[in-house]
């Protein structure tokens, strides 16, 4: 049996077992792959949802409606609550890819048919940008294509066995998959059980470095390291605190912030209580003391 001879009897195999594991998410737009997780569960990307209620499509073509049972917007994760019928949940696997493995990709865009796709492992702990810009570490690259939809579905290795949740397209030809280990199983596990991740947010948008930069000069402002607010939400946790268009956020809870990264890092710490931020208004430093969960959610950059 030649190496192509045993791609295609992977493929067929895969697309005759694991296949019936993989479902369709959303049938208009937004539309994408999941996984059966367990009996009555279903895991894709938080991005393939829109509201609490979705669309869920099976591999022998039977649509049920299913609840959003918990997301983390941030970690680009959704667990969906929905009859499941008989299709299996998907077996983990229990060793790390590496690079040069050969895997494969599956996915049901929307419901509109079963797609399997063959790659390799191209990188291990690659990272992207979350839907609210957050930076997801730790992520697996593979080079199995995928069509538009594919995002929530798996890839597997040869033995069918779970590996990582499609998540990002990186340029041409390489794609990004959540790595499915221990600590996916633990963040599924709660969102399973109906605690959504809600990273609180100071509501601000912030300048680009270079914008930043340019603005202090243009009014004789010595250059600093931090992020330049260039807008407040009203009634926010920031506007409440008394943050201001042009403020130069340098630290938060101690740490110097150079970037967006460093800010949600402070954000996730502070877990809905309060957080301390240096900033530049001018030339004066102040300290803000930030409180969350308060009237008013904004939804906005961090």
């Keep these: 049996?030649?190496?192509?001879d045993e791609i295609q009897s992977s493929i067929t195999r895969l697309a005759e077992g694991a296949g019936?594991?993989?479902?369709?998410?959303?049938?208009?737009?937004?539309?994408?792959?999941?996984?059966?997780?367990?009996?009555?569960?279903?895991?894709?990307?938080?991005?393939?949802?829109r509201g609490s209620e979705v669309t869920v499509t099976f591999a022998d073509g039977r649509t049920a409606e299913g609840t959003v049972a918990g997301h983390d917007i941030e970690g680009d994760l959704a667990v969906i609550e929905v009859d499941t019928g008989h299709a299996p949940a998907l077996a983990w696997a229990t060793d790390a890819p590496a690079i040069g493995l050969p895997v494969f990709a599956l996915s049901n865009p929307g419901g509109r048919g079963l797609r399997v796709?063959?790659?390799?492992?191209?990188?291990?702990?690659?990272?992207?940008?979350?839907?609210?810009?957050?930076?997801?570490?730790?992520s697996l690259e593979h080079t199995s294509p995928l069509l538009p939809g594919s995002s929530g579905g798996p890839v597997l290795d040869a033995a069918g066995r779970?590996?990582?949740?499609?998540?990002?397209?990186?340029?041409?030809?390489?794609?990004?998959?959540?790595?499915?280990?221990?600590?996916?199983?633990?963040?599924?596990d709660s969102l399973a059980s109906g605690q959504s991740v809600e990273p609180p947010q100071l509501g601000i948008a912030i300048a680009p470095g270079h914008v930043a930069r340019r603005m202090r000069r243009a009014v004789g402002l010595p250059d600093a390291e931090g992020l330049l607010v260039h807008k407040v939400v009203d009634d926010s946790p920031a506007s409440r605190a008394g943050l201001a268009r042009g403020d130069l956020i340098v630290a938060a809870a101690g740490q110097p912030v150079r970037s967006v990264d460093d800010l949600h890092g402070a954000l996730r710490a502070a877990a809905g209580g309060t957080l301390e931020l240096s900033v530049l208004r001018g030339t004066d430093e102040r300290t803000v003391q930030v409180t969350f969960g308060e009237a008013g959610q904004p939804t906005t950059e961090v």
Excluded: C, K
Excluded at 43 to 49: G, P, R, Y
């Design 1 to 4: 049996m030649t190496v192509f």
């Design 20 to 49: 019936s594991s993989v479902v369709g998410i959303g049938q208009r737009w937004g539309i994408g792959s999941g996984i059966v997780l367990s009996e009555g569960r279903v895991l894709t990307n938080a991005h393939n949802v």
């Design 117 to 138: 796709t063959f790659g390799t492992v191209s990188g291990i702990d690659r990272s992207f940008r979350g839907p609210r810009g957050t930076r997801i570490t730790g």
């Design 162 to 188: 779970l590996l990582g949740i499609n998540t990002n397209r990186l340029g041409e030809g390489f794609y990004l998959a959540i790595p499915a280990d221990e600590a996916l199983r633990g963040r599924v």
